[in-house]
């Protein structure tokens, strides 16, 4: 494991209760996790994922999809521990971490992970076709991308909410972070990439501030969402996921330390 993040301040703006795993793999290489919890999750309850569910479980579904750990959170929640009595379709997830939430929290077989994880990996390796349909809980901003390429495909979709992304109610120290001169921030979501960029600009700040820190993103929709909002050097993990993030962030101050010593 290199020591490249040894002593490096690294800024996670994921939501409290998500940024437990993000903060470990930063202390095992030495960096400093900053907190900066831009924004927060918040389950739905609506009678349209209640009946969608139960339409699930009767098996008038072919696919389950699955987007994200929030979604299988608030299904569980909304399922309050029913559970699946059987599993009469398959189930499909946009990468590893959403597959084993689905596996430890609805005790589900998975089908099917994408090998890049992103919703139009996930649309492109999916293999459904005229009659299918698709059940697909999602966040209520959810882009309508990825519905729209399965129905293209001949499935019939029904995307529902079953979750929504809040901006931290909390006023975040945006002053703080600037004179502390952090070395890199890092975004998981194009949520927090919004929700960060609109502490600093309440707050009279302005994103250049931040100075030379990089801005790490974790995937093409958040580092999309990076760019839009005054983040012109973003750069994007490959593989998609934090390990992809960590992976990048040695990489890139490998490279610094060993220009500083050059």
């Given at each position: 494991?290199?020591d490249?993040?040894?002593?490096?301040?690294i800024v996670n703006t994921?939501?409290?209760?998500?940024?437990g795993?993000?903060d470990c793999?930063?202390?095992?290489?030495g960096?400093i996790?900053?907190?900066?919890?831009?924004?927060?999750?918040?389950f739905v309850v609506?009678?349209e994922?209640?009946r969608?569910l139960d339409?699930?479980?009767?098996?008038?579904?072919?696919?389950?999809?699955?987007?994200?750990?929030?979604?299988?959170?608030?299904?569980?929640?909304?399922?309050?521990?029913?559970g699946?009595?059987?599993?009469?379709?398959?189930v499909?997830?946009?990468g590893p971490?959403?597959?084993q939430?689905a596996?430890?929290?609805?005790?589900?077989?998975v089908d099917?992970?994408p090998?890049?994880?992103?919703?139009?990996?996930l649309?492109?390796?999916?293999?459904v076709?005229?009659?299918?349909?698709?059940?697909?809980?999602a966040?209520?901003?959810?882009?309508?991308e990825l519905?729209?390429c399965?129905?293209?495909?001949?499935?019939?979709?029904?995307q529902?909410?079953?979750?929504?992304t809040?901006?931290?109610?909390?006023?975040l120290?945006?002053?703080a972070?600037?004179?502390?001169?952090?070395?890199?921030?890092?975004f998981?979501s194009?949520?927090?990439?919004?929700?960060?960029?609109?502490q600093?600009?309440?707050?009279?700040?302005?994103?250049c501030?931040?100075?030379?820190a990089?801005?790490?993103?974790?995937g093409?929709?958040?580092?999309?969402?990076?760019?839009?909002?005054?983040f012109?050097?973003?750069?994007?993990?490959?593989?998609?996921?934090?390990?992809?993030?960590?992976s990048?962030?040695?990489?890139?101050?490998s490279v610094t330390?060993?220009?500083?010593?050059?």
């Amino acid at each position: 494991m290199s020591d490249s993040l040894a002593g490096r301040t690294i800024v996670n703006t994921r939501a409290s209760h998500q940024a437990g795993e993000l903060d470990c793999l930063l202390k095992e290489r030495g960096a400093i996790p900053v907190p900066f919890p831009c924004i927060g999750i918040a389950f739905v309850v609506t009678p349209e994922l209640d009946r969608a569910l139960d339409d699930l479980i009767a098996g008038h579904y072919d696919w389950f999809v699955l987007t994200s750990v929030n979604t299988v959170h608030a299904v569980a929640d909304q399922l309050s521990g029913r559970g699946f009595p059987h599993q009469g379709f398959r189930v499909a997830c946009v990468g590893p971490k959403t597959a084993q939430a689905a596996r430890d929290l609805l005790g589900l077989r998975v089908d099917l992970v994408p090998h890049e994880h992103h919703a139009r990996a996930l649309a492109n390796a999916l293999p459904v076709g005229l009659g299918d349909r698709v059940l697909m809980p999602a966040s209520m901003i959810a882009r309508p991308e990825l519905g729209q390429c399965l129905t293209a495909k001949g499935a019939a979709v029904d995307q529902v909410a079953a979750y929504r992304t809040t901006s931290s109610a909390a006023r975040l120290d945006a002053r703080a972070l600037v004179e502390r001169a952090v070395d890199a921030v890092t975004f998981a979501s194009p949520s927090a990439v919004c929700a960060f960029a609109g502490q600093f600009k309440r707050q009279e700040i302005g994103l250049c501030e931040l100075g030379r820190a990089t801005i790490v993103c974790i995937g093409p929709r958040t580092h999309e969402s990076a760019l839009n909002h005054g983040f012109p050097e973003a750069v994007m993990a490959h593989p998609h996921t934090l390990i992809g993030l960590v992976s990048l962030l040695e990489q890139t101050f490998s490279v610094t330390t060993l220009g500083d010593r050059l």
